[in-house]
């Protein structure tokens, strides 16, 4: 009962602290006891509180033609050998691919050839148009427990299919894509590390598999972004010491 009433109470805090900075670190709670030594991460390598830590996430943008699903995979919670066994936890899903489409269609794979586009923008995906909802979720992490973020992706396109008597009809395809994993720094990026939780966030900034972009033209990896999912992790830690303040 107490451990809720000081997560109420830093819950509280967050939204005393944080004012124009909307996303935060919701501290911990009470440490357990540990056999280990502790131990923070928040890198590649892997994320690791050494006690219990809320984590709040904010979906800033998209800038991938992929349609994508963000989420946080428990690596100390596995039913087999591989990570695609272990348990995950959905933050943030695109409901459509990008804000202006709901597929690459062949008009836009016409004018990529020919090195145009239709969005400026990188195909541009933004809070309320491509994900829904709320886009600042917390989770906790249990202490001393390794965990990785996870991105699902889909390729929705058009393709032009020629039948028996000539004529042209268009498909709609979705090619899922190998889900890609935090661990991996082709995918992800955290560059501000563990002491930007507390210093502003830290971005969590995602490579999916790649489409070139016509913007790049001639690089052989024209792709490699980090900004087909960005994610904004913490930014705040709470002052426990805070008094608890009814929330209206
Ligand atoms: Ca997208
Ligand atoms: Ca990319
Ligand atoms: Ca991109």
């Not at 006690?51 to 690596?75: A, C, H, M, P």
């Not at 933004?126 to 991105?151: D, E, H, M, S, V």
Request: glycine share 8%; proline share 4%; net charge neutral.
């Amino acid at each position: 009962m107490k451990q809720i009433e000081r997560k109420c109470d830093r819950l509280v805090a967050v939204r005393l602290l944080l004012g124009a900075i909307s996303i935060g670190i919701i501290g911990s709670l009470a440490a357990p006891v540990q056999a280990q030594p502790a131990r923070d991460e928040f890198d590649n390598r892997a994320i690791q509180f050494a006690e219990d830590t809320i984590v709040e996430f904010e979906f800033d943008k998209s800038y991938g033609v992929y349609q994508s699903n963000f989420g946080i995979v428990n690596l100390g919670s596995c039913s087999g050998r591989t990570v695609d066994t272990c348990q995950k936890t959905e933050l943030f899903r695109e409901v459509r691919p990008f804000d202006r489409g709901e597929a690459l269609t062949l008009e836009d794979q016409r004018r990529a050839s020919v090195r145009q586009t239709r969005d400026p923008n990188d195909f541009i995906g933004t809070p309320g148009i491509t994900i829904q909802g709320a886009t600042r979720k917390k989770f906790t992490f249990q202490a001393n427990t390794p965990y990785a973020f996870y991105l699902d992706s889909a390729y929705i396109h058009d393709v032009a299919i020629k039948d028996r008597n000539g004529s042209i009809r268009v498909e709609r395809r979705t090619d899922n894509k190998p889900t890609v994993y935090s661990v991996n720094t082709e995918s992800t990026r955290l560059s501000e590390g563990f002491a930007g939780l507390s210093r502003g966030g830290v971005r969590v900034q995602w490579d999916d598999t790649g489409i070139a972009r016509v913007s790049q033209p001639g690089q052989i990896n024209s792709d490699g972004d980090f900004n087909d999912f960005v994610v904004i992790a913490g930014g705040s830690l709470v002052n426990p010491t805070i008094p608890c303040v009814s929330v209206k």
